[in-house]
């Protein structure tokens, strides 16, 4: 996913005309009109972000939106107004300094030493630079337990139920061998809703709504009761690559807080590869369009050169798909630990950064980047993979964001992994033994605890969202929501106005 927000440039040109009558010439110099107020405010805007200064960029950007909405020009407004909104996700995943990141560091990790700190600052921690400063990552201090088991294991033992969360990699009462067993049915209600007072009085509200889609290990799907259907334009869709039902609603057809819900259905099953024989798997047709799509780079998980080199380095002479797939699952568990990744700043600084090339460069990541970098090592080397979306019910009953991965074996079809539940028991203290069983389920299988809503993390939709919007592009777990005339970054908000409700039911 490479977001490129379009630019403005303010060009001041000369004019010379030359007018010949007989063996005279007179000259004439003709200059364009000097640039507005507000154009100049855009102008500086353009300029500090490029120099990093992301904070007086936002500033300029916001004075040039002001001055473009006072002079009666809307399109430059909006072009303003979402330049503002880019600079403030750029920058705004970032709230310390270095005394505030230190002393985080020491509220959240008991008896952390001022070298731990020092190291941890200077050499692992996320970072961005804005006027001159260095300013750290809000999840400074989580990330450093995750990077540190023992201190994590202090503070994990009454607070993660290892046993729930393992009671599919662990279960002995599985029905049937595979790869589809286990449906466990699911229902629920999906529910967006945006207060009234940060709503536009004016313009059309354009909604990308996520839905459940169709999958081979989730099934039957149905949506139901979707409100405002007279605002639909597209959908819904539950096939293909991704789910959604796309709204256009006027600003003026809303009354109050405005809410948009839908009844979803579905079954998920728990998928059992464990039995892959490599001599089986057959040979891939390299000319087909989906091992075209999923070989290739895109936004998010970019194949570079040094993406492919470093894959060769994991699988050494193995050429079978399988086992050098088997091999990146386990190279990316044991070299890359979990932590929480600045998404936001990611999918809206300029110059972009996929998010698998970011974590190869880093060594930070989670479920949605390490995802992708396991898929940028197997494309890397011609075996066809993508990042999926949506959500998991595994940690608790309440849906939470999720990705995970599949590679695809002719022969087997899409086989599962899930890198960043694996990772889950490094961080409590269990037998060695119960913790390989875990991560070897992982490799190869997924519970059912699923909602899939994109089968890769780059799924486009129609209608597109434009590209000249600020919109968080990587995932759709959340609706994407445009406004021409919101002053409020409602799609930053819409995280908030959204949750989905599911349960097993019979």
């Known amino acids: 996913?490479?977001?490129?927000?379009?630019?403005?440039?303010?060009?001041?040109?000369?004019?010379?005309?030359?007018?010949?009558?007989?063996?005279?010439?007179?000259?004439?110099?003709?200059?364009?009109?000097?640039?507005?107020?507000?154009?100049?405010?855009?102008?500086?805007?353009?300029?500090?972000?490029?120099?990093?200064?992301?904070?007086?960029?936002?500033?300029r950007f916001a004075g040039a939106y002001a001055l473009y909405a006072d002079?009666?020009?809307?399109?430059?407004?909006?072009?303003?107004?979402?330049?503002?909104?880019r600079a403030n996700r750029t920058y705004m995943e970032y709230p310390f300094d270095a005394a505030a990141a230190e002393a985080v560091l020491r509220e959240k990790v008991p008896g952390i030493t001022d070298e731990s700190i020092t190291g941890w600052l200077e050499n692992r921690a996320q970072t961005i630079?804005?006027?001159?400063?260095?300013?750290?990552y809000c999840d400074v201090a989580s990330d450093y337990l995750y990077?540190?088991?023992?201190?994590?294991?202090?503070?994990?033992?009454?607070?993660?139920?290892?046993?729930?969360?393992?009671?599919?990699?662990?279960?002995?009462?599985?029905?049937?061998?595979?790869?589809?067993?286990?449906?466990?049915?699911?229902?629920?209600?999906e529910w967006l809703e945006i207060?009234?007072?940060?709503?536009?009085?004016?313009?059309?509200?354009?909604?990308?709504?996520?839905?459940?889609?169709?999958?081979?290990?989730?099934r039957n799907v149905t949506v139901t009761n979707l409100t405002c259907p007279e605002f639909i334009v597209a959908g819904p869709v539950t096939t293909g690559a991704i789910g959604y039902v796309y709204y256009e609603i006027p600003a003026g057809a809303v009354n109050g807080n405005l809410v948009i819900t839908a009844d979803i259905g579905f079954t998920s099953y728990e998928r059992i590869f464990g039995d892959i024989d490599p001599a089986k798997v057959g040979e891939y047709d390299t000319s087909g369009p989906e091992y075209l799509l999923y070989t290739a780079s895109e936004r998010n998980i970019e194949v570079t050169d040094a993406i492919r080199e470093k894959a060769l380095e994991i699988v050494g002479n193995e050429t079978n798909p399988h086992l050098q797939a088997q091999m990146i699952y386990y190279h990316i568990i044991e070299t890359y630990p979990y932590s929480h990744v600045p998404h936001g700043s990611l999918d809206a600084r300029e110059p972009g950064v996929a998010e698998s090339t970011y974590m190869f460069e880093t060594g930070h990541g989670d479920c949605g980047t390490q995802s992708m970098l396991f898929a940028a090592f197997c494309r890397s080397l011609g075996i066809p993979a993508r990042a999926i979306g949506g959500y998991q019910m595994l940690l608790s009953e309440t849906p939470g964001t999720h990705f995970w991965a599949e590679y695809y074996l002719p022969g087997y079809g899409w086989v599962p992994n899930d890198v960043t539940v694996a990772e889950i028991?490094?961080?409590?203290?269990?037998?060695?033994?119960?913790?390989?069983?875990?991560?070897?389920?992982?490799?190869?299988?997924?519970?059912?605890?699923r909602l899939v809503i994109q089968k890769n993390v780059d799924a486009p939709m129609d209608p597109a969202i434009p590209g000249d919007v600020a919109v968080f592009r990587i995932v759709r777990q959340y609706p994407a929501v445009v406004s021409d005339t919101a002053q409020d970054d409602l799609?930053?908000?819409?995280?908030?106005?959204f949750s989905i409700s599911l349960a097993a039911v019979d």
């Open 425 to 449: 028991a490094d961080w409590v203290t269990i037998p060695d033994e119960k913790r390989t069983v875990f991560k070897d389920y992982y490799a190869t299988n997924l519970d059912p605890a």
């Open 71 to 85: 002079a009666g020009d809307p399109d430059k407004a909006r072009a303003a107004r979402d330049a503002m909104f």
């Open 147 to 189: 990077a540190h088991f023992d201190d994590l294991r202090k503070m994990t033992t009454t607070t993660l139920d290892f046993d729930y969360i393992a009671r599919y990699a662990l279960s002995e009462n599985r029905s049937g061998t595979g790869p589809y067993v286990n449906p466990v049915h699911y229902a629920g209600v």
């Open 491 to 497: 799609d930053l908000f819409a995280s908030e106005f």
């Open 195 to 218: 207060p009234y007072e940060m709503l536009p009085s004016s313009g059309v509200l354009k909604i990308w709504f996520p839905l459940p889609v169709e999958t081979e290990s989730q």
């Open 129 to 136: 630079v804005s006027e001159n400063e260095t300013l750290y």
């Open 1 to 59: 996913m490479r977001y490129r927000a379009s630019i403005a440039f303010l060009v001041v040109s000369a004019l010379l005309l030359v007018f010949a009558a007989g063996c005279t010439a007179a000259t004439e110099e003709k200059t364009a009109p000097a640039p507005s107020p507000a154009d100049e405010a855009y102008a500086g805007g353009l300029a500090e972000y490029a120099n990093a200064n992301y904070r007086v960029a936002e500033e």
